[in-house]
């Protein structure tokens, strides 16, 4: 009775290795990517939200927030990766009714996620 592994059978064994080891290699590389930008794609949710419910806060809070609310406007550096930059742009004549409003944009970037975030509002001023 033999015992052990002929070299035919050890031949045969590398060879599948050397082809199912790259392959789950490059799978769990794949899936590691995958969910590191689906991380950093709801951190830049989370920041533009939150700067979007500050806005509205103040908008809700502050009467005359029009002439104010361009406080809002800035770029910032969170956690030396992510950058949430907010515009606010006045827009006259807005829809049939001609309204007048503010446009509040917030987008936040990030290395790892090509086009980062954006999150678009507009403000109907009073009056």
């Known amino acids: ?20 080891l790259p392959i789950l290699f490059l799978s769990f ?4 990517q995958t969910h590191l930008q689906n991380r950093v794609m709801r951190q830049c949710v989370s920041l533009a939200a939150s700067r979007m419910e500050q806005i509205i806060a103040f908008k809700e809070n502050t009467p005359g ?16 990766l992510y950058v949430r930059e907010t515009r606010i742009a006045p ?15 917030v987008r936040v970037t990030h290395p790892a996620l090509s ?3 954006s999150l678009v509002l507009r403000l109907r001023e009073s009056g």
């Open 1 to 20: 009775m033999e015992q052990g592994l002929s070299l035919l059978e050890m031949v045969v064994i590398i060879a599948i290795a050397g082809v199912t």
């Open 29 to 32: 590389g794949q899936a590691n």
């Open 65 to 80: 927030w029009e002439t104010t609310i361009q406080q809002f406007a800035a770029t910032e550096v969170i956690d030396s």
């Open 91 to 105: 827009i006259t004549g807005w829809g049939s009714a001609n309204l007048k409003a503010v446009e509040v944009q």
């Open 115 to 117: 086009g980062g975030y």
